[in-house]
């Protein structure tokens, strides 16, 4: 009897191996399939991502979420500072994944010569936006890119077991890595002649928002990567300046947490902050914008001009040499 048994666990338990290795093999061989299509993608939504993280080269570069794709028209600046320059505002995804772009950036030896980081006026409030929040764009990058890893561990305590799996690194990926790679929405075109900037063209017809400006928790883990950014550029020589554009909203007390904390980190730091919250230029003319956050493309072509002014006064940009390179996404 205890013979049988002992052979009845040893057949389990070689059953067991037998379907583990195959369930690796089966994971390693679809996973291999999902990355060589995902890495494959020469434009679209996810190769905009590839095409930052390792490609792109431009003397002005432009980071933030959809505030900063909206908000900044690279071609103005191209042609006003002339310049190259890159927009490469992701919508949806906020300071964490900003952090991760600016390490593979220079990971690979590139510098640009200032960097405009667009933030929000809620960016770093607590029940705004989950720490983890939007990181699974980054799971793909998690074994190509070491420097970033520690961002993506933030998405769960059991990620570093997680991304052991390619099924789960690439499964959320596949349709919209195929839909960039046969261009279904043919946005290629378009975001070669804009160099990544995304107008939005509906204008506003609701009225602003008013908000209180206390009682918000802060995340820390939020603050702290907008302080390793401070540092990145400083030990890299890149000149920062950190901006909160425009939003059809008020605040009552004429400032906000998110903004108060930008503020004295900022000069501690001696950085520049350039703050339009509450900005009556902006507040006054509700046809610049698209809703409550976004401004449409006549309130980004007006706002692109400040900023362009703004630039100007800046050490290295007061005497500009002509050229006209332009850096779209290639």
């Not at 929405?185 to 209180?212: C, D, H, M």
């Not at 501690?268 to 509450?278: D, G, R, S, T």
Request: charged share 25%; glycine share 4%.
């Amino acid at each position: 009897m205890q013979q049988n048994t002992y052979f009845m666990i040893k057949e389990l338990l070689i059953k067991l191996v037998i379907f583990f290795v195959l369930l690796i093999i089966l994971d390693r061989g679809i996973g291999y399939f999902l990355e060589k299509i995902y890495f494959s993608q020469n434009h679209g939504y996810y190769y905009r991502t590839t095409y930052v993280f390792e490609k792109a080269t431009p003397d002005i570069l432009i980071l933030g979420a959809s505030k900063a794709s909206h908000h900044y028209v690279s071609n103005m600046i191209i042609d006003s500072l002339q310049e190259s320059c890159l927009n490469a505002g992701e919508d949806g995804y906020f300071i964490l994944y900003q952090e991760a772009t600016l390490r593979c950036m220079l990971k690979r030896k590139y510098f640009p010569k200032l960097l405009l980081l667009d933030l929000n006026d809620d960016e770093f409030e607590k029940n705004t936006y989950k720490t983890e929040d939007r990181l699974s764009i980054l799971l793909p990058y998690y074994h190509r890119h070491p420097e970033i890893r520690d961002i993506v561990e933030l998405k769960s305590p059991y990620e570093k077991y997680k991304v052991m799996s390619c099924l789960y690194t690439f499964n959320t990926v596949l349709l919209p890595a195929i839909s960039g790679t046969l261009d279904l929405n043919n946005r290629k075109l378009v975001e070669q002649k804009s160099a990544g900037y995304v107008p939005l063209n509906e204008k506003w017809s609701g009225t602003f928002k008013k908000i209180e400006s206390h009682g918000q928790t802060l995340d820390s883990i939020r603050i702290k990567a907008f302080e390793e950014i401070i540092k990145l550029t400083r030990e890299n020589n890149i000149n920062l300046v950190v901006v909160v554009s425009p939003a059809y909203k008020i605040y009552n007390r004429g400032y906000n947490p998110t903004t108060e904390v930008l503020q004295k980190i900022s000069q501690k730091n001696k950085i520049q902050f350039w703050n339009y919250i509450n900005d009556t230029t902006y507040l006054n003319n509700k046809q610049y914008f698209k809703d409550v956050r976004h401004m449409n493309d006549d309130g980004a072509i007006i706002f692109t001009a400040n900023i362009i002014s703004k630039i100007k006064t800046l050490p290295g940009f007061q005497n500009l040499a002509v050229k006209t390179v332009a850096e779209p996404i290639k």
